[in-house]
């Protein structure tokens, strides 16, 4: 991958970094809010990263699953131990825990999503990222105009959950989505056609008249 990617996420990390402890040095501040969005910048990031499995076409499922599986669970599993050591006594803490166990933490209420780490919060939207990314290699490989209706199709989603979305103290099944696949799914789509200008364009010698 471009080096440039992971320029782009460590800035998209120091982002977020910034922002949670902006909020513990001025708590009554939103004047660095804007840096949550480091978050959305490393969900198009997960669009351009999986681009060209996509484009391709060309995807061997089961050691695809098994890649991403030690990628993400392995490390997610011993910090969810060592966080369920550390969280206060609670008679839901076990149930909660089993449903971080299947990314289910975002499902039902913000006590349950923030309860051992709350930032673990975007685990299973990228988990979706991976499912998705063999059905979207399966289609896209049969007519490559399916990226654009998908797209298209992922803003109208998002523009009706966005209408319809409760506060998350009290969710809604519109303010629920939002949180998973539906609400990013027009991130993640717009990081694959910025892979496709990129891939167009990334031989064309810069013109001179451009260059400082």
């Known amino acids: ?76 599993f011993f910090s969810l131990l060592l966080y369920y050591g550390f969280a206060p006594d609670d008679p839901q803490k076990f149930a909660f825990f089993i449903d971080h166990l299947f990314f289910l933490q975002t499902t039902s209420s913000i006590q349950e999503a923030m309860f051992f780490n709350g930032v673990t919060w975007t685990i299973p939207i990228e988990i979706e990222f991976y499912l998705l990314v063999p059905f979207l290699a399966f289609l896209t490989v049969r007519n490559i105009n399916t990226i654009y209706i998908v797209l298209i199709l992922a803003i109208v989603l998002k523009t009706i959950l966005i209408m319809t979305s409760t506060e998350v103290s009290n969710p809604n099944l519109s303010t629920i989505l939002s949180f998973h696949l539906p609400g990013f799914l027009n991130e993640f789509m717009i990081g694959v056609l910025l892979f496709s200008i990129y891939d167009k364009y990334k031989h064309q010698k810069i013109p001179k008249k451009f260059i400082l």
Do not use: C
Request: glycine share 6%; hydrophobic share 55%; net charge positive.
């Open 1 to 76: 991958m471009h080096p440039a990617i992971e320029l782009f996420r460590g800035i998209a990390a120091l982002m977020v970094l910034t922002y949670h402890y902006a909020f513990f040095l001025m708590p009554e501040s939103k004047t660095l809010n804007f840096l949550g969005t480091g978050v959305d910048l490393f969900f198009v990031i997960s669009g351009f990263v999986f681009a060209p499995i996509i484009y391709s076409g060309k995807i061997a499922i089961k050691p695809y699953l098994i890649r991403r599986f030690f990628r993400i669970y392995p490390l997610y």
